[in-house]
């Protein structure tokens, strides 16, 4: 199995950007789809990108589409989440996780292993 850590998180303007990180331990990272969820208060858990295991694929949600951007790199276990134009409704717990597999795909039930996560907070 994989383990994952979040990282990046914090406050930030609206229209700024944060990155956020996703380190794996564990089995090869290379052999799993990652994906990006987020929960706000008093939500449920909603989609944000998703990508394939060679990166080849990415997925995002049509709410990030055009500001956030999905990458991996596989040597270094690390995958990432770079956020741009942040936005009053941008807040929450944003988890990483991982899927068995090469296709990466948009319903969090399909993904075996997720992070602790890490609070984005965004001013207006």
């Known amino acids: 199995q994989v383990q994952l850590v979040e990282s990046g998180g914090g406050l930030v303007q609206a229209g700024g950007s944060l990155r956020l990180s996703c380190a794996a331990s564990g089995r090869t990272f290379s052999r799993y789809a990652m994906g990006w969820f987020r929960q706000a208060p008093g939500k449920e858990r909603e989609f944000v990108a998703a990508i394939s295991w060679s990166g080849a694929r990415t997925y995002y949600a049509d709410s990030v589409k055009g500001r956030f951007t999905i990458s991996r790199d596989n040597a270094k276990n690390t995958g990432n989440l770079q956020m741009n134009s942040l936005k009053p409704e941008d807040p929450a717990v944003y988890y990483c996780?991982?899927?068995?597999?090469?296709?990466?795909?948009?319903?969090?039930?399909?993904?075996?292993?997720w992070g602790q996560g890490t609070q984005v907070t965004v001013s207006s």
């Open positions: 996780a991982a899927r068995d597999g090469s296709s990466p795909s948009l319903i969090g039930g399909e993904y075996g292993y």
